[in-house]
């Protein structure tokens, strides 16, 4: 299984939080591929400025690769693929992952229900 992780999933994977079910560890480790997106690397600076996130940009950019994940950079047809998506979600930053996963084809792992409306790919944690 090929996964994409939402932003605040691989979040949780580096700072080992207690959100992160043994049963999504699991399936994260099992996962042939597993990619982040250079989009949550964006979203969390923008959080960082914002003062909404505190992590060590860095620190979370060495953590892709530590972690064995590989990184997705958004490319003109992901950025396309978001033209085919209905207006579920407005978060530009969900709306590109979810093209990914979908251009791709990747499993896209989010804690947002919202998100399973747009793509069978979508698995929903909790």
């Not at 999933?9 to 580096?14: A, D, E, P, R, S």
């Not at 992590?55 to 958004?74: N, R, T, Y």
Request: charged share 25%; with cysteine.
């Amino acid at each position: 299984m090929r996964l994409l992780l939402d932003t605040h999933v691989f979040l949780w994977c580096i700072k080992n939080d207690r959100r992160l079910s043994k049963t999504v560890r699991g399936k994260i480790s099992q996962a042939t591929e597993v990619y982040v997106s250079s989009a949550s690397i964006w979203e969390a600076m923008i959080k960082i400025k914002l003062k909404k996130l505190d992590v060590d940009i860095g620190q979370m950019v060495d953590a892709i690769f530590e972690s064995g994940f590989l990184e997705l950079p958004i490319t003109a047809k992901h950025a396309a693929t978001i033209s085919c998506l209905s207006d579920i979600h407005r978060d530009p930053f969900d709306r590109i992952l979810i093209a990914q996963a979908i251009y791709e084809p990747l499993t896209f792992i989010t804690a947002d229900h919202e998100l399973k409306n747009y793509s069978q790919l979508v698995e929903i944690i909790d």
